[in-house]
């Protein structure tokens, strides 16, 4: 498995915005955001997709969506509402294969899939 750029990001070799770090999992801004809030929330350990994890991660997952709804509220965009979402592989639009937890929000949405 070739390490990814957001290994890098939680081990502070590359500059990002990081907004929340502990030993399990690490938050950061996207650097193409797509809505007005764009957070990702990543594992510390690198998990390649969802269909690779295993259930020593049970505790970074759980964390991951309670560092979300923190970070949601933080933003201000927990009371209109958010996405969250995990992409995987190729079909699902996953780019870096670091499994990671997109926290959208500030802004409508509209509908989950374009029709």
Do not use: W
Not at 3 to 13: L, V
Not at 77 to 82: E, N, R, V
Not at 100 to 111: D, E, I, K, R, T
């Amino acid at each position: 498995m070739s390490e990814t750029i957001f290994s890098k990001i939680i081990r502070r070799e590359i500059p990002a915005e990081i907004l929340y770090q502990d030993d399990l999992v690490t938050a950061f801004r996207d650097i193409q955001p797509q809505a007005p809030v764009h957070i990702l929330i990543v594992p510390n350990r690198q998990i390649p997709t969802a269909d690779d994890i295993v259930p020593e991660d049970e505790a970074a997952l759980g964390r991951m969506l309670r560092v979300a709804a923190d970070l949601a509220r933080e933003a201000g965009i927990s009371q209109d509402g958010y996405r969250l979402m995990i992409n995987c592989r190729e079909h699902g639009g996953q780019e870096v294969f670091h499994l990671h937890l997109h926290l959208l929000g500030g802004c409508s949405l509209g509908p989950m899939l374009a029709r």
